[in-house]
């Protein structure tokens, strides 16, 4: 399961960035930041649910052991997705921690939220 949670956190990752760039490059200065970044939630709330289901189609039947390859994979995403705010880009900690600040409106806690748990709730039910 870790392995299968490992891929996952990298898929999730590489498909941010690649929404992350199509939003600053194309949605934001077309449509102004806030919508911008709204419709990147929706497209990549969507694409979690894709991928979280595609990786669990032969993960454990225990949803436990799914709740462990969600939790790596949200891991692994936080791990990247940090490293290259703050290392990377040099983002200053104060403004990456805003990213997680659900009471100034952040969206990404929820989108590792969904991360989380899709592979949970979404199992695809197994074939006959």
Known sequence: MIGRGIAYGLTMFGLGALCGTARELALAPLL?????TWLEFVIMLALTIVVGQR???RASARWL???????SGV??????????????????????LAT???AAG???????LVMLLTPVI???PAKA
């Not at 952040?106 to 590792?112: D, H, I, K, Y």
């Open 32 to 36: 102004g930041r806030g919508p911008a």
């Open 55 to 57: 990786f669990s189609r």
């Open 106 to 112: 952040a969206l990404f806690p929820w989108g590792l």
């Open 122 to 124: 979404l199992r695809p």
């Open 65 to 71: 052991a799914r709740l462990g390859m969600g939790l």
């Open 75 to 96: 891991l692994v995403l936080v791990a990247l997705e940090s490293s290259l705010a703050l290392l990377v880009l040099e983002t200053p900690l104060h403004a990456y």
């Open 100 to 102: 997680y600040d659900l």
